[in-house]
């Protein structure tokens, strides 16, 4: 499941995950000047404490808000996974005492995941010996999603997201 790594703009809007059995379509809407534009994906957010439970916290919320869209599965493993590492790595790396946000949005064809923190470090692809305690963690983001990516925002802090083609699943 890798792909070429893409950089996109967080819009702050956040995302509904969906499987591929449950994916909302997104309504065309039609712009002042007439073009048809495709509707922004249903969305939903969550804010955490930069603390060591809301990575679980936030695990949970995932996979429980995935398995009401019908994510059951392989795909609901992997998101699960994939989630934690960004939400681990946000509580890790993020600003001290900061707030992680956790975002879902699908659109018919992708399903992608969002965290953001105040940390003003970006995440490092490392490739580390099976026996190393630690650091693998966006290794398993790079090989298990079909693309991913970092935007910094202007005021400080970051957001990591992750995206899953439906239709490998």
Same mark, same amino acid.
């Given at each position: 499941?890798? +792909?070429? /790594?893409? /950089?996109?703009?967080?819009? =702050?809007?956040?995302?509904?995950? $969906? =499987?591929?059995?449950?994916?909302?379509?997104?309504?065309?809407?039609? =712009? @002042?000047?007439?073009?048809?534009? @495709?509707?922004?994906?249903?969305?939903?957010?969550?804010?955490?404490?930069?603390?060591?439970?809301?990575?679980?916290? #936030?695990?949970?919320?995932?996979?429980?808000?995935?398995?009401?869209? +019908?994510?059951?599965?392989?795909?609901?493993?992997? $998101?699960?996974?994939?989630?934690?590492?960004?939400?681990?790595?946000?509580?890790?790396?993020?600003?001290?005492? #900061?707030?992680?946000?956790?975002?879902? /949005?699908?659109?018919?064809?992708?399903?992608?995941?969002?965290?953001?923190? +105040?940390?003003?470090?970006?995440?490092?692809?490392?490739?580390?010996?099976?026996?190393?305690?630690?650091?693998?963690?966006?290794?398993?983001?790079?090989?298990?999603?079909?693309?991913?990516?970092?935007?910094?925002?202007?005021? +400080?802090?970051?957001?990591?997201?992750?995206?899953?083609?439906?239709?490998?699943?």
């Amino acid at each position: 499941m890798t +792909g070429d /790594r893409e /950089r996109r703009t967080s819009t =702050g809007a956040t995302l509904r995950l $969906v =499987g591929a059995d449950a994916v909302v379509p997104t309504p065309d809407v039609t =712009g @002042q000047d007439g073009a048809v534009e @495709q509707a922004a994906a249903p969305s939903e957010s969550i804010v955490l404490p930069g603390q060591r439970q809301s990575v679980a916290v #936030g695990r949970h919320w995932v996979v429980r808000t995935s398995a009401e869209y +019908g994510v059951t599965g392989l795909a609901n493993q992997v $998101v699960e996974l994939l989630s934690s590492e960004l939400l681990a790595n946000a509580v890790l790396h993020g600003a001290d005492g #900061g707030a992680v946000g956790v975002q879902v /949005r699908c659109t018919e064809e992708s399903l992608r995941i969002s965290v953001s923190d +105040g940390g003003a470090s970006t995440p490092v692809v490392m490739h580390n010996e099976p026996s190393a305690p630690n650091g693998r963690g966006m290794a398993i983001v790079e090989a298990m999603s079909t693309r991913w990516g970092v935007d910094e925002h202007t005021d +400080g802090g970051k957001t990591v997201w992750f995206e899953l083609d439906l239709a490998d699943f």
